[in-house]
């Protein structure tokens, strides 16, 4: 009684070109599914986790910390509280009795520990049953030992990813407009939405400071306190990986007035896009700007081009399918493939909403497969169904592919190699020739089946 | 002595519920299912891929915020003919979370009313254990599902058979199909609960696999209650009646307790109960890899001797660790686990009190904080321990070798063997080859010979 797609879950499945465009998201997960999700805590969890030197306390059971501890590849140039995991591991008398208690000992004990320059304190699914006042004792601590501490309402039960986005931006955005943005320049920008994945970060600001504008706070990737808290006096903001940062964005816009563009910092035209929408934007107040930057991009153009066509040889019309997280980076990916001379056949994404895959249905060759949510058997019948020969997602994904005997690109949060900026570009392109290039696939069943049928047939021998 | 804190940083153990799925994961065709909401199973999903490298998949209840008022039975019902839809399913293996534990979900009522309400359907078996997470660690988790199994799926006697029970706790996949050989090599037929030597560490595919080969056939299990004996590795987390305690009140399965087989001395005491059940001698094989032990013991004893240990990681495994440490000549000065137990110090010291002169320090209930707390002042050569200890490995500047689970920064973590004098011997080359390494690299000439 298999069944790889189930009713429930059609029609978050398109295939371009085969039916008119529709598409179901931003649905709960189905029960049993297997979805490929976590949960609002994991959400608020990746947003916050690289500011570095605030503390983050998880308020739960272990396991939600134990979970993220030092699970991303956000880096910092200094302070590297974030990569310790903070627990108030709360037991059974906890749960009975309630928590509030230990959670306040917890925080008064972390605090002159470490003193940090804040505190993040995560509600899990747990604290929203037995009802902890989070609010409350995180006032009290704060009136005490003088620092922001922020509860951030991530229940993992009350609802997906997107939900802790939203509650980490209005964690956030209590720092907001704390600190004094006296001395900044009037040509300047927050980066939100990236993470300093391998330092992407690091990369992206150096385009910014050659071009002659001024970096006033990471959202969050090699994030501080500080910065955040006076990032109300930067003149815009970048929104790169929109679902986890633009809500931010939104709030700063309304309060502050600060405008935001949408950007990403990944391929080719998205990377040389944004730079040119930062300049554009600052036009006005410094005529050559302009210039600069379209020197900037075509020095690094006419170093990315050349070896780019190289690897492109060996990867022309090489098949792809990629599952992420949010669909901005479907859209950038699909682009970079395209200068690798790749097609992509298969996308989908965990929070994608009905605009992204319109969207994405409308960049997408014919034949295409769009899923939304999707789940481990899925994923494998796609991949053989559209015969891939690599696959790009995370940690999850990578053994439904492997085990096809396909190649596989990590880009997800634990990567460990700068994908982001035309340098990344070049990485990115690498990490894809690297896996589609191995002579192991030769080797594997699916692409010699004789071979797999003689294996099988001597072992049943003996 | 190290400061008692009241928060808990860098944990040295996982939650409870995903014992239970690794145990699930270990049972032939069968689907883990977590019953709460969805970010557990995908948390876990991926800490256990990144150790394992295996398609690991765990189905849950996704519960939202309407269940977690008005409960999640009618979720897991449905989660459960969904999983029944997509996998050609034996088995699932209900665990509860924290959640549904809190908001107090009677799961073995909604099964038994799934159970009648499709009763129409062939049924997997449906198997449930309550493994709320803010009582105990994984390895609770571990032995409750384990137990679970042996109460729910071992409905009676059956057939007396002249098969053994094995319940190895939680080793590597290497492990696990040494002990099967080692079982047909000594002319024992084992029941092995689970078996996670090919579910998790598997053959490449030619076409994908809804679910993995391998794990303890659900009809075994079933036909544990006529076997001639349970083997259980360790202390089972303390369980008040373990799964070979079930097996023997309901059913008269005489039990052999015996720790884990690492190191000589628990590999002999292995032997012998299997020796029990054998029908011939100490296979050849294992006499001779007893005797490369010993022999390996010698040639290496002066690299090792007195060099001081840090052991750290579930409780069984630790104190088999010390055994094997102690033995050799390597001094345990912090022994320590995340669980919670009364029964770890006595066993440490048992473990320890033949070849060690003088005692470690022993803490159950620790994390890595407390860890590196104790270890501050006691001059450790080395950490024996899984690669969360490699934050304090770094900052000692001393080797740390990789042991159990997890093992999320190096390759082949689950081909890592363990146990007996086969497994005892690959982790004592590791450790000498530790000790030398160490010594060539900060030696200011390098000897090319040592």
């Known amino acids: 009684m298999s069944q790889t797609i189930l009713d429930e879950r059609k029609s978050q499945v398109h295939r371009i070109g085969e039916e008119p465009f529709a598409m179901a998201c931003n649905r709960p997960s189905l029960a049993g599914a297997v979805s490929q999700r976590a949960c609002v805590f994991c959400g608020s969890r990746v947003v916050l986790y690289p500011i570095a030197d605030a503390l983050h306390l998880v308020h739960g059971p272990i396991g939600c910390a134990t979970y993220t501890w030092d699970i991303r590849g956000a880096i910092s140039s200094g302070p590297q509280l974030h990569r310790l995991s903070f627990s108030t591991d709360l037991q059974e008398m906890d749960v009975i009795f309630g928590g509030e208690k230990k959670l306040e000992a917890s925080l008064r004990e972390l605090i002159s520990l470490h003193s940090p320059k804040a505190a993040f304190v995560y509600s899990t699914c747990i604290v929203g049953l037995i009802g902890d006042d989070m609010e409350a004792v995180c006032r009290r601590v704060a009136a005490d030992t003088g620092i922001p501490v922020l509860p951030v309402m991530s229940e993992g039960f009350k609802g997906n990813k997107r939900e802790g986005y939203t509650a980490a931006c209005k964690a956030m955005f209590r720092l907001v407009g704390t600190g004094d943005a006296t001395g900044i320049s009037p040509m300047s920008v927050n980066i939100l939405g990236d993470f300093n994945l391998a330092g992407e970060t690091w990369i992206v600001r150096e385009y910014f400071r050659k071009m002659g504008v001024e970096v006033v706070a990471n959202v969050t990737g090699d994030g501080r306190v500080d910065d955040i808290r006076r990032c109300h006096g930067a003149a815009l903001n970048l929104v790169q990986c929109s679902g986890a940062t633009m809500e931010l964005a939104k709030m700063m816009q309304a309060e502050y007035g600060t405008p935001y563009q949408r950007v990403s910092y990944l391929g080719v035209e998205d990377m040389a896009d944004s730079l040119y929408k930062v300049a554009d934007f600052f036009a006005d107040q410094d005529p050559t700007i302009k210039a600069r930057t379209v020197e900037l991009v075509r020095a690094e153009l006419s170093d990315l081009m050349p070896k780019l066509a190289e690897l492109r040889q060996d990867l022309e019309g090489k098949k792809v399918a990629m599952y992420v997280g949010g669909s901005f980076k479907a859209f950038s990916l699909i682009k970079a493939f395209r200068h690798l001379g790749m097609r992509v056949v298969v996308v989908g994404s965990q929070t994608g909403t009905e605009e992204d895959y319109k969207e994405l249905a409308e960049i997408s060759d014919p034949g295409t497969i769009i899923v939304d949510d999707a789940n481990p058997l899925e994923l494998a019948q796609f991949i053989k169904e559209k015969d891939v020969d690599v696959f790009v997602g995370g940690v999850k994904e990578r053994p439904i592919a492997y085990k096809l005997g396909v190649g596989f690109c990590d880009h997800n949060h634990e990567r460990k190699i700068a994908l982001e900026g035309f340098v990344g570009m070049y990485n990115f392109a690498r990490e894809i020739h690297a896996s589609v290039m191995s002579p192991v696939w030769r080797f594997m069943p699916r692409r010699s089946p004789a071979r797999a049928a003689c294996a099988a047939k001597e072992a049943v021998n003996g | ?450």
């Open chain 2, 1 to 450: 002595m190290a400061e008692n804190y009241v928060s808990t940083t860098n944990a040295c153990k996982m939650c409870t519920p995903m014992g239970a799925a690794l145990v699930f994961k270990g049972i032939e065709n069968a689907v883990p299912f977590l019953h709460g909401s969805q970010g557990c199973a995908t948390y876990m999903r991926r800490y256990i891929i990144s150790h394992y490298r295996e398609p690991v998949d765990i189905a849950s209840s996704a519960l939202g915020e309407k269940s977690a008022v008005y409960g999640g039975g009618p979720n897991l019902k449905k989660g459960i003919l969904n999983v029944m839809r997509k996998y050609d399913v034996s088995l699932v293996g209900v665990a509860t979370t924290c959640l549904t534990e809190t908001i107090g979900d009677d799961v073995g009522r909604y099964l038994n009313e799934f159970r009648e309400e499709f009763s129409d359907l062939s049924l997997p078996e449906l198997v449930h254990v309550s493994t709320p997470s803010y009582s105990g660690t994984h390895m609770e988790g571990w032995h409750a599902a384990v137990r679970s199994l042996a109460d729910q799926v071992v409905k009676e006697k059956g057939r007396a058979h002249d098969g053994v029970n094995l319940l190895p706790g939680f080793l590597s996949p290497a492990d696990y199909r040494f002990l099967k050989a080692l079982g047909e090599r000594a002319g024992v037929r084992f029941t092995m609960l689970p078996d996670l030597s090919e579910t998790m560490d598997g053959v490449i595919w030619d076409d994908y696999h809804s679910l993995p080969d391998g794990g303890t056939p659900v009809s075994e299990i079933r036909a544990m209650g006529g076997a001639a004996g349970t083997v259980e590795f360790g202390m089972s987390g303390g369980l008040f009646e373990s799964a070979a305690g079930v097996l023997d009140r309901k059913f008269g399965v005489p039990a052999r307790r015996t720790t884990m087989p690492i190191g000589l001395r628990a590999t002999d005491a292995f032997m012998d109960v299997l020796a029990e059940f054998a029908s011939c001698d100490m296979p050849a094989k294992d006499a001779f890899d007893r005797g490369r032990l010993l022999d390996a013991m010698v040639d290496g004893h002066k690299y090792i001797f007195g060099k001081r240990a840090v052991v750290y990681g579930e409780e069984d495994f630790v104190v088999a660790l010390c055994s094997f440490l102690g033995e050799i000549g390597v001094q345990p000065v912090l022994v320590a686990t995340g669980a919670k137990s009364d029964r770890f110090k006595a066993a440490v010291t048992n473990a320890l009190a033949e070849v060690c002169q003088t005692m470690p320090v022993i803490r159950d209930d620790a994390d890595f904080k407390d860890i590196e707390d104790e270890a501050a002042e006691l001059n450790p050569d080395l950490l024996v321990g899984h690669s969360k200890g490699y934050k304090l490995a770094r900052a000692k500047n001393i080797p740390l070798i990789r042991v159990g689970f997890p093992i999320h920064d190096r390759f082949g973590g689950q081909r890592i063997l363990h146990v007996g004098y086969e497994g005892a011997l690959a982790l004592y080359d590791r450790l000498v080859n530790a000790v030398l390494e160490k010594s060539q690299d900060e030696c200011p000439v390098g000897y090319g010979y040592l």
